[in-house]
């Protein structure tokens, strides 16, 4: 079984900076991707950063600049280190993990990180 395990969230003041960590184990294969969601209340999860198949990144468009995606495959963990963080940044990440076998998605326990004075 599949397990995403997340730590690093936290509060932090208004541009300051976090990292975060997420180490799969159990099952892993090689065609998957890696990367990071949030969910803020009342707004829909969406995209932060994360790995292609093929080892780009994406970001969205409003983190570019500021947020960092990177990876150890050795460990199969995936890293976000978060620079200039904005209130707007306030939510749950969550680890994510696609397996382009499967096509199915794995989900981390969500971490909570909040930007505030």
């Known amino acids: 079984q599949l397990q995403l395990v997340e730590s690093g969230g936290g509060l932090v003041q208004p541009g300051g900076s976090l990292r975060l960590s997420c180490a799969a184990s159990?099952?892993?294969?090689?065609?998957?991707?890696m990367g990071w969601y949030r969910q803020a209340p009342g707004k829909q999860r969406e995209l932060v950063a994360a790995f292609t198949l093929g080892g780009r990144t994406n970001y969205a468009d409003s983190v570019k600049g500021r947020f960092t995606v990177s990876k150890d495959n050795a460990k199969d963990t995936v890293y976000l280190q978060m620079n200039g963080l904005k209130p707007e940044d306030t939510a749950v990440y969550y680890c994510?993990?696609?397996?382009?076998?499967?096509?199915?998605?794995?989900w981390g326990q969500g971490t909570q990180v909040t930007v505030s004075s």
């Open positions: 994510n993990l696609h397996n382009y076998v499967s096509d199915i998605d794995y």
């Open positions: 159990g099952n892993t294969l090689s065609m998957y991707a």
